[in-house]
């Protein structure tokens, strides 16, 4: 896991992998409809709830959204700590 993303991970959910709100899951705090836009792009036979999702598929789901999004997409990323360690 790149350090950016445990970075994020601490900053949105403490990396609380079992994190679930109404709106956001997992340790990275998706929310839930971009975990539902990538889970079946990355993860064989995934999880439809995301709290439910593995470390690993967590991961593999936070990677593709910033390949295609960003770094960007998580709130936390205006913060100079998270972004530059």
Do not use: K
């Not at 403490?14 to 971009?34: E, K, P, Q, V």
């Amino acid at each position: 896991m790149p350090p950016v993303l445990r970075r994020i991970g601490q900053c949105e959910t403490r990396m609380n992998w079992h994190h679930s709100t109404r709106d956001y899951a997992t340790a990275f705090g998706l929310y839930r409809g971009t975990y539902a836009t990538y889970r079946l792009r990355v993860i064989p036979r995934p999880p439809a709830d995301p709290a439910r999702a593995t470390p690993r598929q967590q991961v593999a789901v936070a990677l593709a959204v910033a390949r295609d999004v960003g770094w960007t997409a998580w709130g936390c990323y205006r913060y100079a700590w998270v972004r530059n360690g």
